[in-house]
């Protein structure tokens, strides 16, 4: 079932500035989909408009099968906002309470939840001191707890390691793994793109408005996948009938099929030339991240 299933998604703001142009996507149960773009693509004003704080110009689509901007449906979403801010007066402990109970979760369930999740979210010491105190990235971990309050089926997190350190930003991969395991959909917008390709099961690129990419990152690297064979010394002349692409000591054979590449390395080995590597090579996705920026950068590409 589609946790998000949008289509023709268009925002314009005041001066004519537009910032969605038909933007189309399905979020599935249980994936992490990642929304990736560079600054001004228009990911936050999406998450936004899911989330009902600002209204699109047109949009069709559900969430959890409700229409878009149902509030009932609200109620079962998780949304951690870029740039969040708590009461810099309130405890760890204070902020979850306060948004549980915005929330309408009962006094002994929040005790419970907040308590599960400060330790969950590796706050566990923290949850009486005063959130002016926490660092940035434990704001990101008290936001993310924030979020989960209600028990949600979908989680909206926007940046959600901004200013969290390597170990944390690992720690919160093997949460949201775990939150996929257990059934939920978790939509990542985030510009941290090692982050997006360790725990998405799929992407969207967004530039200028539109979503250029959507799918796995398997089917979108697809076209680009081949192996390198690295030799000592030069390539053989007779390797350039064998092979798509030949560069001083490496031969490229594109595909992923291993074996249209062993008659290439028996004929090496009966040759007694050194293979010195053989190594599948596919698009990552800062790849494909500036294949779509230079495609609507392009003359003539749609805008």
């Given at each position: 079932?589609?946790?998000?299933?949008?289509?023709?998604?268009?925002?314009?703001?005041?001066?004519?500035?537009?910032?969605?142009?038909?933007?189309?996507?399905?979020?599935?149960?249980?994936?992490?989909?990642?929304?990736?773009?560079p600054?001004?693509?228009?990911?936050?004003?999406?998450?936004?408009?899911?989330?009902?704080?600002?209204?699109?110009?047109?949009?069709?689509?559900?969430?959890?099968?409700?229409?878009?901007?149902?509030?009932?449906?609200?109620e079962?979403?998780?949304?951690?906002?870029?740039?969040?801010?708590?009461?810099?007066?309130?405890?760890?402990?204070?902020?979850?309470?306060?948004?549980?109970a915005?929330?309408?979760?009962?006094r002994?369930?929040?005790?419970?939840?907040?308590?599960?999740?400060?330790?969950?979210?590796?706050?566990?010491?923290?949850?009486?001191?005063?959130?002016?105190?926490?660092?940035?990235?434990?704001?990101?971990?008290?936001?993310?707890?924030?979020?989960?309050?209600?028990?949600?089926?979908?989680?909206i997190?926007?940046?959600?390691?901004?200013?969290?350190?390597?170990?944390?930003?690992?720690?919160?991969?093997?949460?949201?793994?775990?939150l996929?395991?257990?059934?939920?959909?978790?939509?990542?917008?985030?510009?941290?793109?090692?982050?997006?390709?360790?725990?998405?099961?799929?992407?969207?690129?967004?530039?200028?408005?539109?979503?250029?990419?959507?799918?796995?990152?398997?089917?979108?690297?697809?076209?680009?996948?081949?192996?390198?064979?690295?030799?000592?010394?030069?390539?053989?002349?007779?390797?350039?009938?064998?092979?798509?692409?030949?560069?001083?000591?490496?031969?490229?054979?594109?595909?992923?099929?291993?074996?249209?590449?062993?008659?290439?390395?028996?004929?090496?080995?009966?040759?007694?030339?050194?293979?010195?590597?053989?190594k599948?090579?596919?698009?990552?996705?800062e790849?494909?991240?500036?294949?779509?920026?230079?495609?609507?950068?392009?003359?003539?590409?749609?805008?």
């Open positions: 079932m589609a946790a998000i299933q949008i289509q023709d998604v268009e925002k314009m703001y005041r001066g004519k500035v537009h910032a969605l142009r038909g933007v189309s996507l399905e979020v599935m149960d249980g994936e992490i989909f990642g929304l990736l773009g600054n001004g693509a228009g990911k936050s004003t999406l998450v936004k408009i899911l989330m009902t704080v600002i209204h699109a110009s047109s949009v069709t689509g559900t969430m959890l099968g409700s229409p878009i901007g149902h509030r009932k449906t609200l079962s979403v998780g949304y951690l906002p870029e740039h969040h801010r708590f009461p810099y007066y309130l405890t760890g402990k204070q902020v979850l309470h306060h948004y549980g915005l929330c309408k979760i009962t002994n369930e929040r005790k419970a939840s907040a308590s599960s999740l400060l330790t969950r979210l590796g706050l566990s010491g923290w949850e009486n001191k005063k959130v002016h105190s926490y660092s940035k990235g434990m704001l990101q971990r008290l936001g993310i707890a924030q979020a989960l309050m209600n028990n949600p089926k979908l989680l997190l926007d940046e959600p390691t901004d200013g969290v350190d390597p170990v944390g930003r690992r720690e919160i991969r093997d949460l949201l793994a775990e996929r395991d257990e059934g939920r959909a978790v939509f990542l917008n985030s510009h941290l793109l090692s982050e997006l390709e360790m725990v998405c099961d799929r992407v969207a690129i967004m530039v200028k408005g539109l979503v250029t990419m959507q799918g796995t990152i398997d089917s979108l690297t697809k076209d680009s996948r081949r192996y390198e064979i690295q030799i000592q010394g030069n390539v053989p002349e007779w390797a350039t009938d064998s092979c798509d692409e030949v560069h001083g000591d490496k031969m490229i054979v594109h595909g992923d099929d291993p074996d249209a590449i062993q008659p290439l390395l028996d004929r090496l080995r009966n040759e007694q030339i050194t293979i010195r590597a053989v599948p090579v596919r698009e990552n996705l790849d494909l991240f500036m294949r779509a920026v230079d495609y609507t950068d392009t003359p003539g590409a749609v805008q």
